[in-house]
């Protein structure tokens, strides 16, 4: 199982990034995929995920209407487009995959990602102000 990510760099605030994770040796399309983040001295927290049983995604409110997750079955990549970055954003942002239920009530924020099975090495990502 593999989990490459790329498309971190450093940029100014309000710039834009886009993220991508390629990854191999799973079943892809019958996996939840996520992206989450931890910065220098904080914990792991949820960024955004994907559940593509019913099509449904998931962002942390801070960053709802600036990032967009989007994933390709075919190339088994999902990415996070993310627009009007801010100097909070800066994080090593790590792709994850995982097989659980979502449920009506789940929330991204909430989790550090015990339920994910899979996980990238993460790329950085850097935003001055």
């Known amino acids: 199982v593999q989990l490459v990510e790329s498309g971190g760099g450093m940029v100014q605030a309000g710039g834009s990034l886009r993220l991508s994770c390629v990854t191999s040796g799973f079943s892809f399309d019958d996996y939840v995929v996520g992206w989450f983040r931890q910065a220098p001295g904080k914990e792991r927290e949820g960024v955004s995920c994907?559940?593509?049983?019913?099509?449904?995604?998931y962002y942390r409110p801070s960053v709802k209407g600036r990032f967009t997750i989007s994933r390709d079955n075919a190339k088994k990549t999902v990415y996070l487009q993310m627009n009007s970055l801010r100097p909070e954003d800066t994080a090593i942002y790590y792709c994850?995959?995982?097989?659980?239920?979502?449920?009506?009530?789940?929330?991204?924020?909430?989790?550090?990602?015990?339920?994910?099975?899979?996980w990238g090495q993460g790329t950085q990502v850097t935003v001055s102000s």
């Open positions: 994907y559940d593509s049983s019913d099509g449904r995604k």
């Open positions: 994850a995959a995982g097989q659980f239920p979502l449920g009506n009530n789940y929330e991204v924020h909430r989790s550090a990602g015990d339920e994910y099975d899979y």
